[in-house]
T-cell receptor, first 114, second 112 residues
Framework: AQSVTQLDSQVPVFEEAPVELRCNYS??????LFWYVQYPNQGLQLLLK??????LVESINGFEAEFNKSQTSFHLRKPSVHISDTAEYFC????????????FGTGTKLQVIP | DGGITQSPKYLFRKEGQNVTLSCEQN?????MYWYRQDPGQGLRLIYY???????QKGDIAEGYSVSREKKESFPLTVTSAQKNPTAFYLC???????????FGSGTRLTVV
């Protein structure tokens, strides 16, 4: 069995400040990890993913996440947030190697304050 | 542009009525999924299909049914047996060999 924990349900941050959204996972097998973003009343969009290789993965809009196997974490960071980053962010985990079921976290709402 | 179309965006039904949510994709993806989203609970898997004419139950399949007669289409029926059907429903797809989903924009179902 696998699980994902996003401890922070809401994270307020001022514009241009850095932000970290925390994600911890539990799994008995090797994992793939994902971050998705959801804007109000829309579907989710894949932000970035870790499958293998470099433990630091980046998105095209300045977010990055680092896979830390020893701490079973995959925290999402951005050095300077913009108003347009206001959204809900979901961490997800699946087993590696062929299709495995994906488990989503409960989400973190990022509120960027002008 | 390729993508997933969910319709309608908002749906209202009376309690006891069955309702079918549409999901169509033109991405040529083999696998398709239905998730239910409730506030504070993340996404929960209802049904998934990895190939035409085959589908499997997810974690919360009770009260729901699906079909996969065409690669492009994966409709979800919410039956009267679903005790709490009011929710936001998301359809997703994934190509074989890839590990990220493409999501539709969702259908918000309200049962009154």
């Amino acid at each position: 069995a696998q699980s994902v924990t996003q401890l922070d349900s809401q994270v307020p941050v001022f514009e241009e400040a850095p932000v970290e959204l925390r994600c911890n996972y539990s799994s008995s097998v090797s994992v793939y990890l994902f971050w998705y973003v959801q804007y109000p009343n829309q579907g989710l969009q894949l932000l970035l993913k870790y499958l293998s290789g470099s433990t630091l993965v980046e998105s095209i809009n300045g977010f990055e996440a680092e896979f830390n196997k020893s701490q079973t974490s995959f925290h999402l960071r951005k050095p300077s947030v913009h108003i347009s980053d206001t959204a809900e962010y979901f961490c997800a985990v699946s087993g590696s190697g062929g299709y495995q079921k994906v488990t989503f976290g409960t989400g973190t709402k990022l509120q960027v304050i002008p | 542009d390729g993508g997933i179309t969910q319709s309608p965006k908002y749906l209202f039904r009376k309690e006891g009525q069955n309702v079918t949510l549409s999901c169509e994709q033109n991405l040529n993806h083999d696998a398709m999924y239905w998730y239910r989203q409730d506030p504070g609970q993340g996404l929960r898997l209802i049904y998934y299909s990895q190939i035409v004419n085959d589908f499997q139950k997810g974690d919360i399949a009770e009260g729901y049914s699906v079909s996969r007669e065409k690669k492009e289409s994966f409709p979800l029926t919410v039956t009267s047996a679903q005790k709490n059907p009011t929710a936001f429903y998301l359809c997703a797809s994934r190509p074989t060999g890839e590990y990220g989903y493409t999501f539709g924009s969702g259908t918000r179902l309200t049962v009154v």
